[in-house]
């Protein structure tokens, strides 16, 4: 070899090592502002978003003042639909709601129908408004909350005499404040939205009356006892904004007034379940003892480790928890999935830990939408992950109450009438949260534009692009007037697995593990791009504690068998109407499934095209999943009309193998969603 030849070859190698010396430096420089986290830090104090103030625990995540956070896409929808909707009119349609002679609003705390349905509603009305910018919904929500705010009588009480004077609800003494612990919550969004010092010092004012009840009268017995948890947030969020100790010690008289959580199940109402086994875990934020947090956990186990054994992120509560009834076939209350998920993001704002955004996604694809019809004019009491019927019958004893819970009605259903308004609204709010190190985390994935202060106050927008819960990718872009160094969280879902980052287009090499947190930490510009993929696989989840039946999960999101529908009307107004809903093909299928490698047992379908107004809807479901099936011969309905529970797996059956669609289960009013196994002569066990 001549020399010139081996000195171009060494010179070629030198600079073969240089360049990689030099990527692997670019790499290194990139990924060290990057790492892995369990949560957000729970330490410092965010500059410019109320955070717990001490002695209260650091909260890592802090909800971002109403507005900042702009839903789009299908999340909007959901709001617009809700507006247009049942939620939207229920000032006409809701004996409960008309403004004129309500005791809510009136001089002197007298008048009618002044108990719990209007509170209810205001909690996601006056949100929906805020959100949507809709003048006629905030316009009407301020009224309201005008004539609350002059209802305080001298003494400090707010709102109807009657639950005052006189107890509204059996087995109760004096003040009833359980509507109260909820339209405080109406003053709360007020105030987030136009900083009226008029809500403090009715909040203030209202406590110290509360310091004076006495203990025989202070959450004496029903509903404000076992939901105290709601007024011990709102004491705190009071202290949080005002520094008063005095609140601090009636918040350890709340603690010690409500229902012992920390002890034991103290109701198996469903409703109260959703909503109670949260308060040992806020008044960990207080006392510090892990303890607390850890009761709020077992409480949560011990109802879904029994009645929570189906898909849809619920638990069997179709008014009560009762022995014996664990089926997929038994129903959740409307309110229940609201509260549930109002929990889950109360626990992850506390503790920071991912699976209680899981917790939180999983009611809300899977099971919320359900419980409405496609166009939000109306909702039924109860959904259950299997349910085939849509009719009025009463379905007791399997039921524990009797009369018409299935049905699509916007005239009945009372509580969940008005409750359900704030499910979307208050999860829409929460999709970006602030941090303490001035950063923003990015919560629950959709459609959405942020706009916060960072670092040392400068403004960021980020606008996120998805298709989640039904694609894999989100991308983010950030606009900034300057370049700023500051921090971005990421939660990493619990289902996923090789989730990949890609920041202004290069891929980041990077070990992103399922339930954490990515955190970047980096001077970012104007025009910044984050990509991240979460793989969506096909799973099977066998539930054990309920005949062995199966579930078929991708992402987020549980399928449920395609069956069609035939909407009947059932009274209601041409405007309003109600209706029952009844199959059109058959539905008692098995699932044949290799329950080694599910994945081989299925074909995904993505819908091509643009993302659907209504994604949640029959005919707009954006994914189908073909699977091979078998009809199981005598599993059909109940004399009643309701489905029959669901055959022990795995079922031996003859007859032919065909071809069913799978839809997400939030798409399907009528549903199988807990599907029996075929047994297989070659079926792995």
């Given at each position: 070899?001549?020399?010139?030849?081996?000195?171009?070859?060494?010179?070629?190698?030198?600079?073969?090592?240089?360049?990689?010396?030099?990527?692997?430096?670019?790499?290194?420089?990139?990924?060290?502002?990057?790492?892995?986290?369990?949560?957000?830090?729970?330490?410092?104090?965010?500059?410019?978003?109320?955070?717990?103030?001490?002695?209260?625990?650091?909260?890592?995540?802090?909800?971002?003042?109403?507005?900042?956070?702009?839903?789009?896409?299908?999340?909007?929808?959901?709001?617009?639909?809700?507006?247009?909707?049942?939620?939207?009119?229920?000032?006409?349609?809701?004996?409960?709601?008309?403004?004129?002679?309500?005791?809510?609003?009136?001089?002197?705390?007298?008048?009618?129908?002044?108990?719990?349905?209007?509170?209810?509603?205001?909690?996601?009305?006056?949100?929906?408004?805020?959100?949507?910018?809709?003048?006629?919904?905030?316009?009407?929500?301020?009224?309201?909350?005008?004539?609350?705010?002059?209802?305080?009588?001298?003494?400090?009480?707010?709102?109807?005499?009657?639950?005052?004077?006189?107890?509204?609800?059996?087995?109760?003494?004096?003040?009833?404040?359980?509507?109260?612990?909820?339209?405080?919550?109406?003053?709360?969004?007020?105030?987030?939205?136009?900083?009226?010092?008029?809500?403090?010092?009715?909040?203030?004012?209202?406590?110290?009356?509360?310091?004076?009840?006495?203990?025989?009268?202070?959450?004496?017995?029903?509903?404000?006892?076992?939901?105290?948890?709601?007024?011990?947030?709102?004491?705190?969020?009071?202290?949080?904004?005002?520094?008063?100790?005095?609140?601090?010690?009636?918040?350890?008289?709340?603690?010690?007034?409500?229902?012992?959580?920390?002890?034991?199940?103290?109701?198996?109402?469903?409703?109260?379940?959703?909503e109670g086994f949260r308060e040992p875990a806020q008044f960990y934020q207080q006392i510090h003892d892990p303890r607390y947090l850890k009761a709020s956990?077992?409480?949560?186990?011990?109802?879904?480790?029994?009645?929570?054994?189906?898909?849809?992120?619920?638990?069997?509560?179709?008014?009560?928890?009762?022995?014996?009834?664990?089926?997929?076939?038994?129903?959740?209350?409307?309110?229940?999935?609201?509260?549930?998920?109002?929990?889950?993001?109360?626990?992850?704002?506390?503790?920071?830990?991912?699976?209680?955004?899981?917790?939180?996604?999983?009611?809300?694809?899977?099971?919320?939408?359900?419980?409405?019809?496609?166009?939000?004019?109306?909702?039924?009491?109860?959904?259950?992950?299997?349910?085939?019927?849509?009719?009025?019958?009463?379905?007791?004893?399997?039921?524990?109450?009797?009369?018409?819970?299935?049905?699509?009605?916007?005239?009945?259903?009372?509580?969940?009438?008005?409750?359900?308004?704030?499910?979307?609204?208050?999860?829409?709010?929460?999709?970006?949260?602030?941090?303490?190190?001035?950063?923003?985390?990015?919560?629950?994935?959709?459609?959405?534009?942020?706009?916060?202060?960072?670092?040392?106050?400068?403004?960021?927008?980020?606008?996120?692009?998805?298709?989640?819960?039904?694609?894999?990718?989100?991308?983010?872009?950030?606009?900034?007037k300057k370049s700023t160094r500051f921090p971005l969280y990421f939660r990493v879902p619990g289902w996923t697995s090789n989730a990949r980052l890609k920041?202004?287009?290069?891929?980041?090499?990077?070990?992103?593990?399922?339930?954490?947190?990515?955190?970047?930490?980096?001077?970012?510009?104007?025009?910044?791009?984050?990509?991240?993929?979460?793989?969506?696989?096909?799973?099977?989840?066998?539930?054990?504690?309920?005949?062995?039946?199966?579930?078929?999960?991708?992402?987020?999101?549980?399928?449920?068998?395609?069956?069609?529908?035939?909407?009947?009307?059932?009274?209601?107004?041409?405007?309003?109407?109600?209706?029952?809903?009844?199959?059109?093909?058959?539905?008692?299928?098995?699932?044949?499934?290799?329950?080694?490698?599910?994945?081989?047992?299925?074909?995904?379908?993505?819908?091509?095209?643009?993302?659907?107004?209504?994604?949640?809807?029959?005919?707009?479901?954006?994914?189908?999943?073909?699977?091979?099936?078998?009809?199981?011969?005598?599993?059909?309905?109940?004399?009643?009309?309701?489905?029959?529970?669901?055959?022990?797996?795995?079922?031996?059956?003859?007859?032919r193998t065909e071809t069913v669609t799978l839809i997400p289960m939030g798409s399907a009013r009528l549903r199988v969603s807990a599907f029996p196994y075929?047994?297989?002569?070659?079926?792995?066990?």
């Amino acid at each position: 070899m001549g020399a010139g030849n081996l000195f171009r070859k060494k010179f070629c190698l030198a600079l073969t090592v240089l360049f990689f010396l030099l990527a692997g430096a670019f790499l290194t420089r990139l990924n060290a502002g990057i790492k892995e986290v369990q949560t957000p830090p729970k330490s410092a104090a965010n500059s410019f978003y109320r955070g717990n103030r001490p002695p209260l625990s650091p909260n890592p995540l802090i909800k971002l003042p109403t507005g900042a956070v702009q839903p789009g896409g299908w999340i909007r929808h959901q709001l617009e639909l809700m507006a247009k909707g049942f939620t939207g009119h229920l000032s006409e349609i809701s004996k409960y709601c008309p403004i004129k002679g309500n005791a809510w609003v009136s001089p002197d705390g007298r008048g009618k129908d002044g108990w719990e349905e209007v509170p209810y509603w205001l909690r996601g009305y006056i949100e929906l408004g805020y959100i949507l910018k809709d003048k006629r919904i905030i316009d009407e929500s301020e009224r309201w909350v005008e004539g609350v705010l002059k209802s305080q009588a001298p003494g400090g009480y707010f709102g109807p005499r009657a639950n005052w004077e006189k107890a509204q609800v059996s087995f109760t003494t004096k003040h009833d404040i359980w509507p109260n612990m909820v339209m405080l919550y109406v003053l709360r969004s007020y105030y987030d939205a136009t900083h009226d010092s008029r809500v403090i010092k009715l909040m203030t004012n209202y406590f110290k009356w509360m310091e004076t009840v006495p203990l025989e009268n202070f959450l004496p017995g029903t509903w404000q006892k076992w939901r105290g948890g709601d007024n011990l947030n709102s004491i705190y969020w009071l202290y949080n904004r005002t520094g008063l100790k005095w609140l601090l010690k009636l918040a350890l008289v709340n603690h010690d007034q409500t229902a012992d959580w920390a002890g034991n199940i103290p109701t198996w109402h469903g409703v109260n379940l959703a909503e109670g086994f949260r308060e040992p875990a806020q008044f960990y934020q207080q006392i510090h003892d892990p303890r607390y947090l850890k009761a709020s956990e077992r409480d949560y186990h011990a109802f879904m480790d029994v009645y929570g054994q189906v898909p849809g992120g619920m638990f069997g509560a179709d008014e009560n928890a009762r022995k014996g009834h664990t089926g997929p076939r038994q129903g959740s209350e409307t309110c229940a999935m609201v509260e549930f998920m109002h929990s889950d993001e109360m626990m992850l704002r506390i503790t920071g830990n991912t699976k209680w955004a899981d917790r939180c996604e999983d009611v809300a694809f899977n099971s919320l939408p359900a419980a409405m019809t496609p166009d939000l004019t109306g909702l039924h009491y109860l959904t259950a992950p299997n349910m085939v019927q849509l009719d009025g019958k009463s379905k007791a004893p399997i039921f524990e109450n009797g009369g018409d819970m299935l049905s699509y009605n916007p005239w009945r259903y009372r509580c969940c009438q008005h409750n359900v308004a704030f499910g979307w609204p208050y999860y829409a709010e929460r999709l970006w949260m602030a941090t303490r190190d001035n950063g923003l985390a990015a919560v629950f994935y959709g459609p959405s534009t942020v706009s916060a202060k960072v670092a040392g106050g400068g403004q960021v927008t980020l606008r996120e692009e998805t298709n989640y819960p039904f694609d894999e990718a989100v991308h983010f872009k950030l606009s900034l007037k300057k370049s700023t160094r500051f921090p971005l969280y990421f939660r990493v879902p619990g289902w996923t697995s090789n989730a990949r980052l890609k920041i202004n287009g290069r891929n980041v090499s990077f070990n992103i593990k399922p339930a954490s947190w990515i955190a970047i930490e980096q001077t970012w510009k104007d025009g910044d791009q984050i990509e991240l993929v979460f793989p969506m696989r096909v799973t099977v989840k066998i539930w054990k504690k309920n005949k062995n039946s199966i579930s078929v999960n991708r992402g987020p999101l549980t399928y449920s068998l395609k069956i069609g529908e035939r909407w009947v009307r059932r009274g209601g107004t041409d405007k309003w109407p109600a209706y029952e809903v009844f199959p059109t093909t058959p539905w008692n299928y098995g699932l044949i499934v290799n329950l080694k490698e599910p994945e081989k047992s299925f074909k995904v379908i993505k819908n091509s095209g643009k993302l659907a107004y209504q994604p949640f809807s029959l005919k707009n479901a954006p994914i189908q999943i073909l699977a091979k099936a078998k009809r199981i011969p005598g599993w059909g309905l109940e004399k009643n009309g309701l489905i029959q529970a669901v055959p022990d797996s795995p079922v031996h059956v003859n007859g032919r193998t065909e071809t069913v669609t799978l839809i997400p289960m939030g798409s399907a009013r009528l549903r199988v969603s807990a599907f029996p196994y075929i047994a297989e002569k070659n079926q792995p066990k």
